[in-house]
């Protein structure tokens, strides 16, 4: 029987500001993808989502992003190659000590928005941070975008990784995210974005806009949990995954 894991983004809520319904979204998926304090979240928010996940029995993942608040980590920056190792390998010492206060352990590492754009877009920058983040923890299992550079650059690590697709994001050609704000980058519809993502996990291939098929390992599904509606859709996946004989299990 086909198996998937189930991830969502969140600890993103920032003091009195909240984002998403994170205390929901742990009780469907099984990973959680939890920011560190550079692009959203602060430490109380991770606290209590470690706490969440733990107690839901939720695999617990640092979410590496860029120092960009206001634009939520969705802002490309120039940065030198070291200083993203170092970031990455900042963030994730912060995500294990609240990991262990909170009883868990991280057992993945995802980079978040345009720090995760600029490592499938330069794939030398994602071996940089992701060598960087198994100097620290080598048992580490990378999510990685699948069939991109940065699943290749996993690979020439020589790795644990988890290829990655997106439930409610379009696809180009060759297999890249549509570009938000541009038609066809979002898939509002939870029907549809349940249907489509079915098919590719059977097919085992992402399907592009156009309809076009890239042969790809998948290991996991992304559900972006600070969007409208997000908890439904993910609601909405699982019940068509599970009817379509494909089973939900942790990495």
């Known amino acids: 029987m086909t198996s998937v894991d189930l991830n969502a983004d969140m600890g993103e809520s920032f003091g009195a500001w909240p984002m998403g319904d994170d205390a929901a979204l742990l009780k469907i998926v099984t990973s959680a993808n939890i920011a560190c304090g550079f692009h959203a979240g602060d430490w109380d928010v991770m606290a209590e989502t470690m706490k969440r996940a733990v107690a839901n029995g939720v695999g617990i993942g640092a979410h590496p992003g860029l120092p960009d608040l206001q634009g939520f980590g969705r802002r490309s920056m120039q940065m030198a190659p070291d200083s993203v190792a170092h970031m990455v390998q900042y963030q994730l010492g912060a995500a294990q000590a609240m990991a262990r206060a909170a ?14 754009h600029m490592a499938v877009a330069d794939g030398e920058l994602a071996r940089r941070a992701f060598a ?18 940065m699943e290749d650059a996993a690979k020439a690590l020589g790795t644990e990784y988890a290829a990655e697709i997106f439930a409610d994001r379009g696809y180009n050609d060759d297999a890249t995210l549509i570009q938000r704000g541009t038609p066809g980058a979002m898939i509002t519809d939870a029907d549809e974005a349940a249907a489509r993502i079915s098919e590719m996990v059977r097919e085992g291939a992402i399907i592009s806009a156009s309809g076009k098929r890239t042969p790809t390992r998948i290991d996991t599904i992304c559900l972006h949990g600070d969007e409208q509606g997000a908890v439904a859709a993910a609601r909405a996946l699982r019940a068509r995954l599970e009817a379509d004989g494909i089973r939900i299990a942790p990495l």
């Open 132 to 149: 960087a983040a198994l100097e620290v923890q080598p048992d580490l299992v990378l999510m990685v975008l699948a069939a991109t550079p």
């Open 103 to 116: 009883g868990g352990t991280v057992r993945h590492l995802k980079l978040h928005g345009a720090l995760s």
